[in-house]
């Protein structure tokens, strides 16, 4: 299984992102797929995670309403959709995924792709 992430870069505050992540080996539509984050000095944080087959979607309180988690089954990527974006959600992004097919940040991802970096200039 491999995981390759793609599409950060460098945005203002209040600008828009959106995070590609190519998956080999799994299917995305009964797999739990999620992104997660890791800014300077911190903890990784999860962020969004999918399960497409059973329209299950999961935010963080920090993110809900912003971001957006999709999955185009047919391409075996998922798409993180970031708007109206702030100076905290700089990070490193990282895509996950596991084979159980249930989002929950209590899960051990069993697969990680390897970073991409978002920086959010205010």
């Known amino acids: 299984v491999q995981l390759q992430a793609s599409g950060g870069g460098l945005v203002q505050a209040g600008g828009s992102l959106r995070l590609s992540c190519v998956v080999s080996?799994?299917?995305?539509?009964?797999?739990?797929i999620a992104w997660f984050r890791q800014a300077p000095g911190g903890e990784r944080e999860g962020v969004a995670c999918?399960?497409?087959?059973?329209?299950?979607?999961v935010y963080s309180d920090s993110v809900k309403g912003r971001f957006t988690i999709a999955s185009d089954n047919a391409k075996s990527t998922v798409y993180l959709q970031m708007n109206s974006l702030k100076s905290e959600d700089t990070a490193v992004y990282y895509c996950?995924?596991?084979?159980?097919?249930?989002?929950?940040?209590?899960?051990?991802?069993?697969?990680w792709g390897q970073g991409t970096l978002v920086t959010v200039s205010s």
């Open positions: 996950a995924a596991d084979w159980a097919p249930l989002c929950s940040w209590n899960v051990e991802f069993d697969y």
């Open positions: 080996g799994l299917t995305t539509g009964n797999s739990a």
């Open positions: 999918v399960v497409s087959d059973n329209d299950d979607t």
